[in-house]
């Protein structure tokens, strides 16, 4: 071997001069104790640099030893050359691929003669087992090392790592892992050479996980307890078992997050059967396109909550700011909302892939005061971190929480007899420009209008019709198509509803309770079959009728009697009625319809407002689930200002007979009165009671006078004075009744 170096370095020396070799080994030699190349060169005339034997060549973990290195080392310390004192122990027998062993200090050396060197060589304790070579470099000539022998490192147990379990940690979750692999060391094994397995995790970022009760349980498995925190990002983990250089690694631990969702089921065709299935619910995740972005505080309205984790344990669900919660329940869109509370446990969550999905129902507040400006907080008390609530959810500051707008429901506006879908503009006016005032904030409309046929009674039967011509429909029609239009609404801004608040005025009132008793009103998934009208506001309702119905309907055949007095004439005129019609007829041509022109009287609507049809007609003004708030007006006779509307409607009844004709307010039936409708009809019903009445204070009368102007001028004409002492003053043209309806609507359902 030494023969054969020889005659390389004598057939290589012609290139050395031209290849810097100095550079492959200057890496532990600082620029200024490397001599030039020449005078090295000079040094290396004989044999090249050969090791023979070691004094110590098996070394164990702790231990110092002091090796006697033999070889062949030209080269003399006391002369102009090299010594070869630059020892290293190196990983590979190839000094240029082998890096320096890791475990191995070399910390002195000392040159004795051209074949003896010395070194002081340490193991550092728990160093593994390990085969390690030696070679020696010329001191401030680092080229032509002696070829390198190897050394046997005696070492302690190398520690593998070949699973975790789990592997997969929630942040701010703790776990109870087990490590199965080799080489681990139980403190009764240890020494102090090889001391017993220490166990570490760290994250991808380089911080340190927290890791407690370790417990070497033998040198295959090691347990302990892990907790990241929860305000770790979701990255990967690598599970450490030993200390440096002698260690086993596991790399494909990781920290993640639990995945809150807020779903809108109504979003979901299955809904409208009433049935809903979680494979469907899980399947849409994680896209969540049917996000719930808001729900109406009605009492029924309900999100869902699903917790997505590759944790396999139940977690707890809080819900904050009225919401209540109920386990999950495939047929929920059927039955009642029951609630557990504002905290719910959900049991065993579902497994679908690698995740576990948790479902919980989140159930609207049963109250309209329950909706506020802030959010229902939704949360997970227990599943570690969430993300971000699932697309398009609003996220919470708090980690594992999402935030789920509440809202007022919306109202409809239901007109009364002879009405139209602007009757009530005052009042949805006032409502929708008031601060706070009615529902919606995710989209218009929050207060809609219906309109009907004035020619049919309350009670006619929905055909089903969704014509947008208001003559045609009927109430029922007409109010279920309004309420499909607000589900629409809900829909398109994820908000979670399907009920609705109602204010309607006279003759509405009746139809709203006429509605409540379709077949389909407690059958509707919509509502969870507890009916679309939560709150029904009344405003001078003929809860019982008006006895004005019964005097119309004896007299709506009767013509104009030329013997009445001149002011009835002119009044009569003023309505732009011929002295040659009847009632009916004049009704008509003003557009007050007592019946369809060529139709039956008691086909119209003023024949269903008698009291003894209303009373014997069911009429659930007040919802099976939900509430009615009566407000009742009052115009006496007596006093001033006088009522326009009783003035104008008196001349007209006046019309029909010759001096005797009776006096209106006995027509109307027996207590006071608002002109149309005595106060005790608008505050009882035979088949059910108002949960709050408010009786309006001031005289206003049940409506505004049709043709007000035109019979304004007539009393002009006759006596200017009149205009000091009459008024049109009427409850749809009220601030304080605006104001007390909003109050009503942001009370809500007494005593649920």
């Not at 050395?16 to 492959?24: D, E, F, K, Q, R």
């Not at 009920?499 to 003759?507: G, P, Y």
């Not at 019609?581 to 008691?602: E, H, S």
């Not at 009149?722 to 009370?747: E, G, H, P, R, Y």
Request: proline share 8%; charged share 10%.
């Amino acid at each position: 071997m030494r023969k054969i170096l020889g005659n390389l370095w004598d057939s290589a020396k012609p290139f050395i001069l031209a290849v810097p070799l100095v550079l492959l080994f200057s890496t532990a030699i600082s620029q200024a104790q490397i001599r030039p190349m020449e005078e090295c060169q000079a040094t290396f005339t004989g044999q090249p640099a050969a090791i023979t034997s070691l004094s110590a060549s098996t070394w164990s973990p702790g231990k110092t030893y002091h090796v006697l290195i033999t070889g062949v080392f030209p080269g003399d310390s006391a002369t102009p050359g090299c010594d070869y004192t630059e020892v290293s122990v190196i990983t590979a027998q190839d000094p240029l691929s082998g890096g320096s062993a890791p475990y191995v200090t070399v910390s002195s050396t000392k040159y004795v003669s051209p074949t003896q060197t010395m070194a002081t060589i340490s193991i550092a304790a728990g160093a593994p087992s390990a085969t390690d070579y030696l070679y020696v470099t010329c001191d401030g000539c680092p080229i032509f090392p002696a070829e390198a022998v190897p050394v046997q490192i005696d070492g302690c147990a190398s520690p593998t790592i070949t699973d975790v379990k789990p592997s997969t940690w929630l942040a701010g979750k703790s776990y109870n892992i087990t490590i199965k692999g080799t080489g681990f060391t139980p403190p009764d094994k240890a020494t102090a050479a090889c001391l017993f397995t220490a166990l570490t995790v760290a994250a991808a970022d380089g911080s340190p996980v927290f890791v407690s009760n370790i417990n070497v349980v033998s040198s295959t498995e090691i347990t302990a307890s892990i907790q990241p925190d929860i305000n770790d990002p979701a990255q990967s983990a690598t599970v450490i078992a030993g200390a440096p250089p002698n260690t086993g690694q596991y790399t494909n631990a990781s920290i993640t997050h639990g995945q809150l969702y807020l779903v809108d089921p109504y979003l979901f065709t299955s809904s409208s059967s009433g049935q809903m299935s979680s494979n469907d619910i899980i399947a849409s995740l994680p896209a969540n396109a049917n996000y719930a972005a808001g729900v109406i505080a009605d009492g029924t309205s309900t999100a869902i909550a699903v917790y997505a984790s590759p944790d396999k344990d139940s977690v707890t669900i809080t819900a904050e700011n009225g919401a209540t919660l109920d386990n999950w329940d495939p047929a929920f869109l059927t039955r009642a909302p029951t609630s557990q509370g504002s905290t719910l446990s959900t049991g065993s969550p579902i497994k679908k892939g690698s995740l576990y999905y948790s479902l919980a129902l989140v159930q609207a507040p049963t109250n309209n005061s329950a909706a506020t400006t802030q959010s229902i907080e939704v949360s997970v008390q227990n599943g570690g971190a969430a993300n971000d609530c699932g697309t398009n959810n609003t996220p919470d500051p708090n980690p594992g929480s999402c935030d789920l707008g509440e809202g007022y429901p919306a109202v409809l506006l239901i007109h009364g007899l002879w009405g139209n879908q602007d009757s009530l503009a005052g009042i949805a006016s006032f409502l929708t420009t008031q601060s706070g005032s009615n529902a919606n904030p995710y989209g218009p409309p929050a207060v809609i209008a219906i309109c009907c046929s004035k020619t049919v009674p309350w009670y006619a039967q929905p055909t089903g019709s969704t014509s947008t011509d208001c003559g045609t429909l009927t109430p029922a029609d007409a109010i279920k198509n309004r309420l499909d239009t607000v589900s629409g609404v809900y829909d398109k801004n994820h908000v979670v509803g399907g009920r609705v608040d109602v204010v309607a005025h006279s003759m509405g009132g009746l139809a709203a309770g006429f509605y409540t008793t379709l077949p389909r009103y407690l059958t509707d998934p919509r509502s969870r079959n507890q009916g679309a009208l939560h709150l029904v506001v009344t405003i001078d309702t003929p809860a019982q009728g008006s006895g004005l119905a019964t005097y119309l309907m004896t007299v709506a055949d009767w013509k104009y009697n030329p013997k009445a007095s001149a002011l009835a004439h002119a009044f009569w005129k003023a309505g732009k009625c011929k002295p040659s019609m009847t009632v009916r007829q004049c009704f008509n041509k003003i557009g007050n319809v007592i019946a369809a022109p060529g139709a039956p009287l008691d086909s119209g609507a003023i024949y269903s407002l008698q009291p003894y049809v209303v009373n014997s007609t069911p009429a659930y003004i007040k919802p099976p689930v939900g509430a009615w708030v009566a407000l009742a007006a009052d115009f006496p006779d007596a006093g001033i200002p006088k009522s326009l509307l009783r003035f104008t409607t008196q001349q007209l009844v006046d019309n029909l007979y010759h001096g005797d004709a009776p006096h209106l307010s006995d027509e109307v039936g027996q207590g006071d009165n608002d002109v149309i409708v005595t106060v005790g009809s608008q505050t009882n019903s035979n088949y059910s009671n108002p949960d709050v009445t408010l009786y309006l204070s001031g005289r206003l009368q049940h409506s505004s006078t049709p043709d007000a102007s035109d019979y304004l001028y007539e009393l002009a004409a006759i006596d200017p004075r009149m205009f000091d002492v009459i008024t049109d003053a009427n409850v749809l043209q009220s601030n304080d009744v605006d104001q007390l309806v909003l109050n009503a609507l942001q009370s809500g359902v007494p005593n649920q």
